[in-house]
């Protein structure tokens, strides 16, 4: 054995954990070689001296992680089960209800929050039996979420928990049934195909048209024949409450069926969606119409022309405000000053500066596209336009939308390597996909609260009221199929369209109580049995139609339809 390898072997027996460092080691052999040629080796005798000192030994426990894992580890992978995170889920949800009572408790007045009676709290408790209900009635019975919403408020309507009577959340109710209304008719309009609308134009025009006035002239004949004392004004009227058909409760589920790729081949969906836009301008107007004729409140010839001016107004409006939005505010590529001096100043930071500066346009998008809409909703209502403000929603958000994707393509042309980093329609899209999933609740809920059990007293008003409901919708199926025939469409999407156009809510639930108010305030004693008999009649309409008409769309639609996808 040589020196180096006798002193290396010394140091090992006094402290072993040196040989774990071979670097050590070598250097440690190294330095004792040098010393040793220097001064002939005295030095290194001294050194090995030095360094053979005795140590005080260290027991050190070391734990292999990877092979015994710790309890927290344990704890964190047992959560992520099945069975604990949903748990957790429910947990989450139950405290975020309890602090969200608990902010409300501690902010706003007592008389406010009683339950009963306090109308805070009976929003509140209308929205989240709302939700409730309909994630219940679509996770476990597959049903439609609205069905579920509906009942909700149907039941706290009637068991007498909610009670709204202060002015501000009245207002804020109707406020909130508006956004949503708005909200849906944008998703509508940002999902719709130019070139399969251009292509379905005229079948647009007469499906919106046809069916709706038909629909209307039958319900009239059979509640004036049918209903005692029910004049032929009042049949009129109650026959264009029951045309309207409901964008809520259509929209929603065409657009599932469109993320599907169901219906996309021949424009089956962008036709339905169109058209109900302007079949509730049609209710919405002849109904103002018939309202002043009955009440005599103002000029008749301004009322009878009342409608074409809401489809001129709403038409015009949408058109401008959706141009403007194509342009401003700039996208996210535009040559913009300051992102320019900043890019400048920062390369490095380029792309989280893109990033910022698309979320950016996509919230400033968002934001002016759904507050135009809902400003042209209850604008035109304050102006005495009613049926404008729907119709420009739902155009301005087709030209901004297909404005977008339009300079979309172009920027992709002109600089390919960019072609995948811009999607500007989808993300806002997306936004207002989450803005409409809060939303939904407060206006099925609030149209279920419409349903007061004293109203359906007596068989016959119910019997009356399904005869009425039956005799025009047998009438608007015919009426439907003879609209879309001829326009490309197979048989099989001719009967798909014909139950999508079934669904009755938002219109009725919204137009039948402003006829009982006006029958209260200038009515005489008929005209207040005309208008309760009418909103009963509404609300079977809303029951018997909502549910079945969107169930049936979710069932039917993979049956009958094509798929583009495949």
């Not at 342009?327 to 992102?339: E, K, L, M, Q, R």
């Amino acid at each position: 054995m040589s020196n180096n390898e006798e002193k290396i072997s010394i140091i090992n027996k006094y402290d072993p954990d040196i040989s774990n460092y071979g670097s050590w080691s070598t250097g440690k052999e190294q330095r004792s070689q040098e010393m040793a040629d220097e001064n002939n080796g005295s030095g290194t005798v001294a050194q090995a001296q030095f360094q053979l000192q005795p140590r005080k030994q260290h027991n050190v426990r070391i734990v292999d992680h990877s092979d015994r894992p710790s309890r927290w580890s344990s704890l964190l992978s047992w959560s992520d089960n099945r069975w604990p995170a949903t748990s957790a889920d429910a947990i989450a949800v139950v405290l975020s209800v309890a602090v969200a009572w608990c902010l409300l408790h501690v902010n706003v007045a007592p008389a406010l929050m009683a339950v009963p009676g306090g109308s805070v709290a009976s929003i509140f408790m209308l929205y989240v039996a709302g939700l409730a209900t309909g994630c219940a009635v679509d996770v476990v019975g597959g049903l439609p979420p609205l069905l579920g919403m509906m009942v909700a408020g149907i039941a706290l309507q009637n068991f007498g928990l909610y009670t709204v009577t202060a002015n501000w959340c009245v207002n804020l109710v109707a406020i909130m049934r508006e956004a949503a209304l708005s909200v849906i008719l944008i998703k509508g309009g940002l999902e719709m195909n130019a070139a399969q609308l251009r292509r379905l134009s005229g079948a647009v025009t007469r499906l919106a048209l046809l069916p709706c006035v038909a629909e209307a002239a039958a319900a009239a004949v059979a509640a004036h024949y049918i209903l005692p004392n029910f004049s032929w004004e009042w049949g009129l009227m109650l026959g264009f409450i029951l045309s309207a058909v409901s964008p809520a409760v259509l929209v929603p589920n065409l657009l599932r069926l469109k993320h599907m790729g169901y219906g996309e081949k021949n424009g089956v969906n962008t036709l339905v969606i169109a058209a109900s836009s302007l079949d509730d301008i049609v209710s919405i107007s002849a109904f103002g119409v018939l309202l002043g004729i009955v009440f005599s409140t103002g000029n008749l010839t301004s009322k009878i022309v009342q409608g074409p001016e809401d489809v001129c107004i709403g038409t015009a409006l949408g058109l401008v405000w959706g141009f403007l939005l194509i342009f401003v505010p700039p996208p996210s590529w535009a040559n913009v000053s300051y992102t320019t001096r900043k890019g400048k100043l920062d390369d490095e930071d380029g792309g989280n500066d893109e990033k910022q500066t698309e979320r950016s346009v996509t919230a400033m998008r968002a934001f002016l596209l759904g507050a135009g809409g809902i400003l042209a909703v209850t604008g035109s209502q304050w102006y005495g336009y009613p049926g404008a403000g729907p119709l420009a929603c739902i155009i301005s958000s087709f030209v901004a939308g297909t404005g977008w994707k339009w300079r979309e393509e172009k920027q992709n042309c002109d600089s390919p390597i960019t072609a995948s980093t811009h999607d500007e329609a989808s993300p806002v899209e997306a936004v207002f996909e989450c803005i409409w999933f809060g939303l939904q609740p407060i206006l099925f809920a609030s149209i279920g609260t419409e349903v007061k059990f004293e109203l359906l007293r007596g068989d016959d008003i119910i019997v009356a009221g399904l005869l009425v409901l039956f005799a025009g919708l047998i009438v608007r199926l015919i009426v439907t199929s003879c609209a879309v025939w001829g326009a490309g469409f197979n048989i099989k999407e001719v009967i798909f369209i014909n139950i999508a156009w079934l669904p009755k809510a938002t219109v009725q639930a919204a137009l039948a109580p402003v006829a009982l108010d006006m029958a209260r305030m200038m009515g005489t004693e008929e005209d207040k049995e005309s208008a309760s008999r009418l909103l009963t009649i509404a609300v079977i309409s809303i029951l018997v139609t909502a549910p079945i008409g969107a169930f049936g769309i979710q069932w039917f639609g993979p049956r009958l339809l094509s798929n583009a996808g495949r």
